[in-house]
């Protein structure tokens, strides 16, 4: 759809605290009660659900999601399409491969 020219929304909810040096692609939805520190960029079509942080210098790659209460430290990476159980926490300095699910159990996808 992008190549015919489609655009598509992004929703970040009021009381999400960002930093003005942190990018969020088209497409993501910021749910509320979120942080997002420092040069975070977050890429498209990312959710990004209720109560997280997000450290400094961290990339969450495009379609990831974080689930509730997710705490993702400084300096790490999501790679594409990565999933992030509620309450998992991720610590610094860590590389996340494409399509992984981190704390998250369960008969989903």
Request: neutral net charge.
């Amino acid at each position: 759809m992008k190549a015919k020219g489609a655009r598509f929304a992004t929703g970040i909810h009021p009381s999400v605290i960002i930093s003005d040096t942190s990018i969020i692609a088209e497409g993501t939805v910021v749910t509320a009660g979120n942080i997002i520190t420092t040069n975070v960029q977050i890429g498209a079509h990312v959710i990004v659900n209720l109560a997280c942080t997000i450290g400094h210098y961290s990339k969450i790659g495009a379609y990831s999601t974080i689930n509730p209460g997710a705490n993702i430290s400084g300096d790490v990476t999501l790679e594409e399409g990565v999933l992030i159980g509620t309450n998992a926490t991720v610590l610094e300095k860590k590389t996340i491969g494409a399509y992984s699910k981190i704390g998250a159990w369960g008969d989903g996808p």
